[in-house]
């Protein structure tokens, strides 16, 4: 089974600092993909960035980039320029690619709540 | 973009009853949904998959018989929390899959459902 693993609870940054958020998962698959969600205090779920694990490219969304390393299983996000609006409980999340019909469904970390500091 | 409605947005039902949550997409077909239960502070825990037409997939631990799914459209599905209790009370999110675009899902922006 895919496990998904965000071993920071909690994570702070200065407003206008960087930060990077750590995940790493466990698949015998080659066909995936990787995802950040953003979950603010309203609870809506908002995808920030995702991967497809057969690019070598990072990817990258305006402040927002990956550092996808496939042989280790990783799955970093940096926010650059952090913004007061950017707290939020961030989840990393994989999902299957289309092996046999799967359904695609998504394996999500515990997440990492992040504060922005004025 | 995509959008995913849920209805309604907070429930206080009373327990031993039923109550039942609609999950929409309102721009896309669906052919997948997924219903998933989220503890506060927790990380959103799949329930079942919804597929359209057919039955749903549930996840171990589970209760089929206690969470009836149907997915009766390409464009809904429901989620009936039968016979409640004051343990069931929970933050509920569905999300559904775009057929032509395979590997995104949309979030809906979840129920509140607080059994007394």
């Known amino acids: 089974a895919q496990t998904v693993t965000q071993s920071q609870p909690e994570m702070s940054v200065q407003e206008a600092e960087t930060v990077t958020l750590s995940c790493t998962y466990d698949?015998?698959?080659?066909?995936?993909?990787l995802f950040w969600y953003k979950q603010p205090p309203s609870r809506q779920m908002i995808l920030v960035i995702r991967?497809?694990?057969?690019?070598?490219q990072n990817a990258t969304e305006n402040r927002f980039s990956v550092n996808f390393q496939k042989a280790a299983k990783s799955f970093s996000l940096k926010i650059s320029d952090s913004q007061l609006g950017d707290a939020a409980m961030y989840f990393c999340?994989?999902?299957?690619?289309?092996?046999?019909?799967?359904?695609?469904?998504?394996?999500f970390g515990k997440g990492t709540l992040l504060t922005v500091n004025p | 973009g995509a959008v995913v409605s849920q209805h309604p947005s907070r429930v206080i039902c009373k327990s031993g009853t039923s109550v039942k949550i609609e999950c929409r997409s309102l721009d896309f077909q669906a052919t997948t949904m997924f219903w998933y239960r989220q503890f506060p502070k927790k990380s959103l825990m799949l329930m079942a998959t919804?597929?359209?037409?057919?039955?749903?997939?549930?996840e171990q631990g589970v209760e089929k018989d206690k969470f009836l799914i149907n997915h009766a459209s390409l464009t809904l599905s429901t989620l009936t929390v039968t016979s409640a209790h004051p343990e069931d009370s929970s933050f509920y999110i569905c999300?559904?899959?775009?057929?032509?675009?395979?590997?995104?899902?949309?979030f809906g922006p979840g129920t509140r459902l607080t059994v007394t």
């Open positions: 919804s597929n359209e037409g057919s039955k749903a997939t549930y």
């Open positions: 991967q497809e694990a057969y690019k070598q």
């Open positions: 698949t015998s698959e080659s066909d995936y993909y």
């Open positions: 999340a994989y999902g299957r690619g289309n092996s046999g019909g799967s359904n695609y469904k998504l394996t």
């Open positions: 999300s559904a899959r775009d057929r032509a675009v395979r590997y995104e899902q949309y």
